[in-house]
Structures are given as C-alpha cells and as structure tokens.
C-alpha cells in the first residue's frame, strides 16, 4: 500500500466515525412534549363551568431533578366579579406515569393584572420539581387545577383522559430502580408564554425535542472536528516517514 493511499483511507475511516456517532446521538432525544387540550370542568361558588384549554410541559434539568412548568394557552373559568391585581392563587397536580407514578404538586404566581368580570381567567405558568425514583420513560399528565380568590376555591378537573403532555427518559439517582412516587416541593412559576425559564442553579437548555435535537446536532459537530483533527494528525506524522 503507497504512502498517499494510505493517507486518504486513515482520513476517510476518521471520517466517517465522526458522522457515525454524530448520527446516533441525533437519533436519541431526552424528551418529546406534545401540546394536549384539556377539557376542564370547574366547580365554583356560584355554579359549574367548563372550558377547553390546550395544556404545554416543558422540563429543564436541576440537579438530579427536573423543573416541570406547566403552561396554559387558554383562560380557564371565570368569575363574576373583577379580580383585583394579586387575588387569584393557582395551583395544579400533574400525573406522573410510564416508569414512574404518583404526582407532582405545581404553583405559580397570582395574577399579574386585573381580571375582568365574567372572562375567562389566565392562568399563570406552574412549575414544580420532580426527582425521578425509577429509570425509564416517565410520563407528565395535565391533572386537577384548584383556583382561590376572594376566599373561594374553584376545582377544575379534566373531563376528557387527556393524554401526556411530556414524556422524559429519567434515571433514578444511582442508577437503581427505587420504590416508586414522586417528590414535590413545588417552586414558583414564571408568567406568560410556554418558556419554562432557568433553574436556580443558573441558566439550562430546556429538554423539549427541539432543543435536544440542537444540543445533540452541536455535540455531533464537535465530534466530527475532532475526527478530522485526528486523521491530519496522523497524516502530519507520516509524512517524514519514508516511503
């Protein structure tokens, strides 16, 4: 085998290792979130309400946990009198499944504005922390929504068996499966849009499927430089050897 040829075998096999890696890490996504509506029927004071409202689950890791934020795209209820600025608290469960089970309290912050009479009430992003106790693909289902204000307390369950709104694939701390549930602490959310915003350990990548597909397409990238850096290595420290 000649010198030259042997050059551009060692460049192409470096090569193609690099697009081969790169290839199955795009191919494996952490998480997949899917906007659900949720059909909520709401007990209030003065009567039950329904309303439709598509539900979306982001996920950022904190830690040996996730922060899961809860957003929803619709108003939900509604009350007859105006809701000063402040007077409305809300607060949800989600149904933790797949691999694990139980379920994970979510908060967020009173309303920001004003609430009109007899208009659909906006409800704040809700987030909480969940730690995984078993390995595996863990599922988030949008589950009942309590409402206070003025005293009252609003109790919106879903009507329609929604399904997930966010798969991850988790492990457990240690590796080891553990004895089932979740942990909770909620934290406070963020307002407005589906952004689920940073940990308290700094700014994170979310894990929805997009930005997993970026981190992983940027990760492929360097391992394609570094196979190409290696092939010229090799051909740099052949070439005083003679033929």
């Known amino acids: 085998m000649s010198y030259r040829t042997y050059q551009k075998r060692t460049a192409a096999f470096a090569l193609s290792a690099a697009l081969a890696g790169s290839a199955v890490l795009m191919a494996a996504p ?76 979510v908060s967020g912050p009173a309303n920001s504005e004003a609430i009109p009479a007899n208009s659909p009430i906006k409800i704040s992003d809700l987030s909480g922390t969940y730690t995984p106790k078993k390995s595996g693909k863990v599922t988030f289902t949008a589950g009942v929504l309590t409402i206070k204000a003025l005293g009252t307390t609003t109790t919106c369950t879903p009507a329609n068996s929604p399904k997930p709104s966010l798969e991850l694939d988790v492990k457990a701390a240690g590796g080891s499966a553990g004895s089932g549930g979740t942990s909770g602490g909620s934290s406070g959310g963020t307002s407005g849009g589906s952004q689920s915003g940073s940990s308290g350990d700094g700014q994170l990548p979310q894990t929805g499927p997009e930005d997993s597909a970026i981190a992983l397409g940027t990760l492929g990238g360097t391992v394609l430089l570094a196979g190409a850096a290696g092939a010229l290595w090799l051909t740099r420290r052949h070439q005083g050897t003679p033929r």
């Open 30 to 105: 952490a998480a997949q979130a899917t906007v659900q509506n949720v059909n909520y029927q709401c007990k209030t004071p003065i009567g039950n309400k329904g309303a439709v409202s598509p539900i979306d689950m982001k996920s950022v890791k904190s830690g040996s946990g996730y922060k899961i934020t809860m957003s929803f795209q619709k108003g939900v209820s509604s009350s007859p009198v105006e809701l000063g600025k402040g007077a409305m608290n809300p607060s949800a469960v989600i149904k933790v499944g797949g691999a694990d089970s139980g379920t994970l309290p």
